[in-house]
């Protein structure tokens, strides 16, 4: 019974994402070309205003990490969870700067996505593929890692009786449907649904929990300080010393990292206009107090369920309510966690598709013609690679999500250090991405990450940023012709003069 009523709440609301996503776009047209049809389904049609980046954006943040991993980690060692909520108020304040510095420059001219920006900054096609490529490896272990933590939820408010490989193939379907008919308009939507969810859910169960099982915060906190005092500071308990200059490194790269990862850059250039991304970057901090909430529940459940080890400390949270709540509430808590792998999953998709479709395929003349089309189908191309890997060989990509941040911070110096110094060449950009990525490699995939306490990437993106400065001052030059216009990169030419209105054409 319990099953039954939890499973169907869960396709009740699983059908409502989908409508939601063919709604976004009823009345919206575009063609299939590399013109208003590509930038409609990637970006939105450059349309979308402050409530739909903020609720894109939080969702795009806001992931299965959020109900499985933060309260696995507070569960597991404690303090050093901390440093989600750290990087990524530290990102969005970062976020005020760039993200409008890339929207202008990218509604200028004409561009959809990073490899956009990249190819065209440089003048070489070629460089906007190879970051593709690049950018794809790093993406596609989120893209799993979405799938898992759908199927671990599914599976768990089922009480069983949905398999895993059911349940990630339900994620799977769900969100390459919508997302490839509707685009990022869709998954702006259902960030609204899964918002009003996550809020209420988490609301309720801060509440709850610690009532229903400690009688109030006060015995709760007093418990966790008598009994486990290493869960409270740092290196935290038993993490292999994720200690103060850990926090502080992993803060810092994360923080530059995550305003130029490209979900975040195709939720940049979405917006209306260039006060939309200001006002969203002041408001978005506000949504990471929620995140407070299941690391404090992976601590409750230290008491509660005592002995999870392993990919067993996810379910710190779930176990809770699972074990307390009815079955009623215990889908709707599911469907907000499931909707949490969904609409980032669904961006993850999205923009591979669009980079794939734009700076890949697109760039062979005789297939450019339908851009919006060969983005559509890589990211059913994409989606099925994760879905076949999770179930045939999960650890491929579990062991490439070891470099996806930090590789993609080696990124920082050739797109942002791009934009605002005419003189970096792309000898020295690729240069330094290459020696910055290597390094970070050779230092992650041979266990020296953390490496003398500090995080790998930030060791990285300094060789990267020593490399590219100088091979710019000593490497060969680049011809006239391959240089870009001081009106392409003029930062004053980027941001609304006083008295212009945001975002209106100059």
């Known amino acids: 019974m319990n099953a039954t ?31 208003a049809g590509l930038a409609e389904w990637s970006v939105g049609g450059r349309s979308l205003g402050t409530v739909f980046i903020w609720v894109l954006m939080a969702g795009e943040s806001y992931t299965s990490f959020s109900y499985l991993g933060a309260a696995g980690w507070g569960y597991n060692f404690g303090a050093p969870v901390l440093y989600v909520l750290a990087y990524m108020s530290c990102g969005y304040a970062i ?20 490899t956009d920006i990249i190819a065209h900054r440089y003048r070489r096609p070629w460089l906007g593929a190879a970051v593709a490529v690049l950018a794809t490896v790093c993406l596609l272990p989120y893209i799993q890692l979405q799938i898992t933590g759908m199927g671990v939820v599914v599976s768990t408010i089922s009480y069983g009786t949905i398999s895993l490989n059911w349940a990630y193939f339900i994620g799977f379907a769900v969100t390459t449907g919508f997302v490839v008919v509707s685009g990022l308009r869709g998954s702006a939507w259902v960030s609204v649904l899964k918002d009003v969810l996550v809020i209420v859910t988490l609301g309720f169960l801060a509440v709850y929990v610690p009532l229903h099982y400690f009688g109030g915060y006060g015995p709760f906190l007093d418990r966790i300080v008598a009994e486990k005092p290493q869960w409270l500071t740092f290196p935290g308990h038993a993490s292999g010393g994720l200690g ?7 803060t810092v790269i994360n923080s530059l990292t995550v305003v130029i990862f490209p979900t975040t850059v195709a939720g940049y250039l979405g917006a209306r206009n260039a006060d939309a991304l200001r006002r969203n970057a002041m408001y978005l901090p506000f949504y990471n107090v929620l995140l407070f909430v299941p690391m404090l529940l992976g601590l409750a459940a230290l008491f509660v369920v005592p002995g999870l080890t392993g990919a067993g400390s996810n379910l710190a949270l779930f176990k809770l309510v699972v074990d307390s709540l009815p079955a009623w509430a215990v889908g709707v808590i599911g469907v907000a966690a499931a909707l949490s792998s969904i609409v980032p999953m669904a961006v993850f998709m999205l923009v591979i598709g669009t980079m794939w479709g734009r700076s890949v395929l697109g760039a062979v003349p005789r297939l450019a013609s339908r851009q919006k089309t060969w983005s559509q189908l890589v990211v059913v191309v994409a989606g099925a690679l994760a879905l076949l890997l999770t179930y045939t060989a999960p650890t491929t990509l579990v062991r ?22 005419r003189r970096l060449t792309m000898y020295a950009a690729v240069s330094g991405l290459a020696a910055g990525f290597a390094l970070v490699c050779v230092l992650v995939f041979g266990g020296h990450d953390p490496i003398w306490g500090v995080n790998a990437g930030i060791v990285g993106l300094a060789v990267n940023v020593v490399v590219t400065l100088a091979v710019t001052w000593l490497g060969p030059r680049e011809r006239a012709d391959d240089r870009p216009d001081a009106e392409v990169l003029a930062l004053e030419d980027e941001f609304p003069r006083a008295g212009t209105a945001a975002g209106a054409p100059r």
């Open 400 to 421: 490439l999500s070891l470099i996806s941040y930090e590789g993609m911070a080696q990124l920082v110096p050739m797109l942002l250090l791009g934009l605002v110094w």
């Open 95 to 114: 976020g005020y700067v760039v993200g409008p510095m890339l929207w202008a420059y990218a509604r200028r001219h004409g561009l959809v996505g990073i």
């Open 5 to 35: 009523v939890s499973t169907t709440i869960f396709a009740a609301f699983m059908v409502l994402t989908v409508v939601l996503g063919l709604l976004a776009v009823r009345g919206r047209r575009g063609g299939n070309g590399s013109g």
């Open 244 to 250: 103060q200059s850990w926090f502080v490194t992993t």
